[in-house]
């Protein structure tokens, strides 16, 4: 069964169940900036856990949606790029960081070989992530508390609330999509 836009499956579904999904979900009414077209789409959204699937080619970037700009309704987004040609996690001082990090860049580049996202966070690392075709979920997690711009300590958790993972139940809000330029004729 194939997940529906703005709603969850029974039960829910997961960040992860989006990634394994044999095809991306068509797209609904977007909503907000489109992270695989416009520049800077991501700022102020946290980004929280990387997975890499080697059998499938398919990449994800799991993020906390609840202060970003662009996405004032939503709790948490899934980049999920398929066909993966590159993945890479850079960071200038891996001591600096402690949990999620802060998305200050993100720019979109699409060329004749793949389509790829580069994102800039705050502390200091570089996440580049290109393939042959990316979708960004916007999703709803329910059971998400506003967040305070604090995050600090433990793991999971922002000051005792817990963050989106990849089993955390969530409703699709909306799907963008992006696949790699056709190339010259």
């Known amino acids: 069964m194939t997940p529906r836009i703005g709603s969850a499956a029974p039960g829910g579904l997961t960040p992860a169940e989006l990634l394994r999904a044999d095809q991306p979900?068509?797209?609904?009414?977007?909503?907000?900036?489109?992270?695989?077209?416009?520049?800077?789409?991501?700022?102020?959204?946290?980004?929280?856990?990387?997975?890499?699937?080697?059998?499938?080619?398919?990449?994800?970037?799991?993020?906390?949606?609840?202060?970003?700009?662009?996405?004032?309704?939503?709790?948490?987004?899934?980049?999920?790029?398929?066909g993966v040609r590159e993945f890479r996690y850079a960071v200038a001082d891996p001591d600096a960081v402690s949990g999620a990090v802060s998305v200050v860049s993100s720019t979109p580049v699409d060329g004749d070989e793949a389509f790829a996202l580069r994102l800039g966070t705050a502390p200091y690392a570089a996440v580049l992530l290109g393939g042959e075709s990316a979708e960004f979920h916007v999703l709803d997690v329910p059971t998400m508390q506003p967040a305070d711009g604090e995050y600090s300590g433990g793991e999971g958790s922002v000051l005792g609330r817990p963050l989106p993972g990849w089993d955390t139940e969530c409703t699709v809000l909306s799907v963008f999509h992006r696949k790699r330029s056709a190339g010259p004729a």
């Open 25 to 82: 979900l068509p797209g609904g009414e977007p909503a907000g900036a489109d992270p695989l077209a416009d520049d800077d789409a991501l700022d102020g959204a946290r980004l929280l856990d990387t997975r890499m699937d080697p059998g499938t080619a398919t990449g994800a970037v799991l993020f906390d949606l609840r202060e970003s700009v662009a996405y004032p309704t939503a709790s948490a987004g899934l980049l999920v790029v398929r």
